[in-house]
């Protein structure tokens, strides 16, 4: 008989025993509700015990959220129609403001975050979009932490993913960039030609300089041509050789007119 209220005994300790254990994992606390009133101390990793019915324990987790933000539709500042989309990483640090402050953190810091991200195209121009995120980012986490720091949620770090453009101003940017790199080939092109010719007015005045370095300078171009194999040979003709047959000519002809009779 006593054996028997032994084993009844223990049998019902086992059972409240077993109602009142509770599993807090390693990245988690857990929240005691006492009579509906949140206790201070949050619990710890491993095991919990809670009153049956008088304690309800939750858990909250610690880890790192990744919340993505769905595309937003806005109009940047310089009147460009983009679609943007983004996503944030938050932590749970105080899980008492989480839980007790806000009904539904993760709801909460979806919609502060879809508000902020059409706050940040309003304000911004194609340009920064595009090119300056850095700057984006720090500014669209800075609006996000604001709201967050007193549910007790901190912001890990948040990133624009894409920018949706039109077609029209996609192809808008193709011609402009085509047209940038127009302009800069003919800038190089027009330098070199600069760069060319004050080299070829420095070997022009250096063989008015010396005469016979032009002659040489023909001579290897002779050999350049011949050294092709090429079937036809143009040998060009000094100008200053025509200029002395042209007065040894007329030197010529004074001397027989003057040598003729009457």
Do not use: H
Request: hydrophobic content about 45%.
């Amino acid at each position: 008989m006593v054996l028997d209220i032994l084993i009844v005994a223990l049998g019902v300790a086992a059972l409240g025993l077993a109602g009142s254990a509770r599993v807090v994992k390693q990245y988690e606390q857990g929240l005691v509700f006492r009579f509906g009133r949140v206790l201070a101390k949050p619990r710890g990793p491993g095991l919990a015990l809670v009153v049956p019915g008088v304690d309800r324990l939750r858990k909250v987790n610690l880890q790192i959220v990744t919340q993505p933000i769905p595309a937003q539709d806005g109009i940047t500042r310089d009147n460009v129609t983009v679609r943007v989309d983004a996503v944030v990483y938050f932590k749970v640090v105080d899980p008492v403001r989480a839980v007790v402050t806000v009904e539904d953190y993760r709801f909460a810091m979806l919609q502060v975050a879809q508000t902020s991200l059409r706050s940040i195209i309003g304000k911004s121009e194609l340009d920064d979009l595009l090119s300056n995120r850095e700057r984006l980012n720090q500014g669209l986490e800075l609006m996000i932490d604001n709201p967050a720091l007193s549910w007790g949620v901190e912001i890990d770090r948040v990133e624009i993913k894409d920018v949706a453009l039109p077609e029209s101003m996609k192809r808008s940017m193709s011609r402009q960039a085509e047209a940038e790199r127009e302009r800069r080939a003919r800038i190089i092109t027009a330098d070199g030609e600069l760069q060319a010719s004050k080299k070829l007015s420095e070997a022009a005045a250096t063989m008015a300089a010396t005469p016979s370095a032009l002659q040489l300078r023909l001579l290897q171009t002779i050999v350049e041509v011949a050294a092709e194999k090429n079937s036809t040979l143009v040998l060009p003709f000094p100008v200053e050789l025509l200029r002395f047959l042209e007065r040894a000519t007329n030197a010529v002809e004074q001397q027989v007119k003057a040598a003729e009779p009457g």
